[in-house]
């Protein structure tokens, strides 16, 4: 990110644009009426899914956004972190809209697109019943 006419550029730290992107996907799909307020209980899941399963989204997040710089981080796990991960895989979590896989995940938007389509399609064809029934009774006046 820069600032227009200054000689300074910020640099997002790794890992904080998937986070930022998370909560985005999640405040557009339940569209919550008190944006902080979820935002904050938003993070406190990821810090209690993180405590529990010692699974970072964030370092998980710069290890893909750089994976061409560090392809080493994707090859063969060291065998305490694969036990960590079987562990983690052990402990039973609820299922919420964070858990759910990537197939999941597009299942859900395109159920959520349909519907919105089907709504939008609702509304106009209200609009268009309106517009007829108004087009009719200037008719019977101009009649009349």
Not at 67 to 95: C, D, G, I, L, M
């Amino acid at each position: 990110m820069s600032i227009p006419f200054s000689n300074t550029h910020y640099r997002i730290p790794q890992g904080f644009g998937n986070l930022l992107e998370g909560l985005t996907r999640e405040i557009l799909r339940q569209q919550p009426e008190n944006i902080p307020s979820f935002a904050a209980a938003y993070f406190e899941d990821l810090l209690e899914k993180r405590e529990k399963t010692n699974f970072d989204p964030a370092e998980w997040g710069s290890k893909v956004d750089d994976r061409f710089y560090n392809n080493h981080a994707f090859k063969e796990q060291e065998p305490a972190e694969k036990e960590k991960s079987q562990a983690a895989e052990k402990v039973e979590t609820p299922v919420t809209a964070l858990d759910s896989s990537d197939e999941d995940k597009e299942k859900e938007e395109l159920a959520a697109v349909k519907i919105q389509a089907l709504f939008r399609g609702h509304l106009a064809r209200e609009e268009v019943k309106k517009m007829k029934q108004e087009e009719l009774e200037e008719k019977t006046q101009e009649d009349n």
